[in-house]
């Protein structure tokens, strides 16, 4: 599991703490794709009309698995002390 997160993160997919509604995977796919939380969430929503059902497998997933900025930063504190 912390191989598939420490996998996102390095890709730069990680939920936002500060732009997030439900759970931040929307603000933070939408931060890796450059594109606003709103065009993001719009996006999901029109993809939820499109194929239904699916994104209640996928937003749910990628809540689990897409590591949140503050355990990255934390990560990286203990990692690399200041001093």
Same mark, same amino acid.
């Given at each position: 599991?912390?191989?598939?997160?420490?996998? @996102?993160?390095?890709?730069?997919?990680?939920?936002?703490?500060?732009?997030?509604? &439900?759970?931040?995977?929307?603000?933070?796919?939408?931060?890796?794709?450059?594109?606003?939380?709103?065009?993001?969430? &719009?996006? @999901?929503?029109?993809? &939820?009309?499109?194929?239904?059902?699916?994104?209640?497998?996928?937003?749910?997933?990628?809540? @689990? &698995?897409?590591?949140?900025?503050?355990?990255?930063?934390?990560?990286?504190?203990?990692?690399?002390?200041?001093?």
């Amino acid at each position: 599991m912390e191989k598939i997160r420490t996998s @996102f993160a390095r890709q730069g997919l990680v939920r936002s703490t500060d732009r997030a509604i &439900l759970g931040g995977v929307c603000a933070g796919v939408g931060r890796r794709l450059g594109l606003t939380p709103w065009m993001t969430r &719009l996006l @999901f929503l029109v993809t &939820l009309v499109v194929i239904p059902g699916s994104q209640f497998l996928v937003y749910p997933l990628l809540w @689990f &698995l897409m590591p949140s900025e503050d355990s990255i930063e934390a990560a990286a504190a203990r990692t690399y002390p200041t001093r």
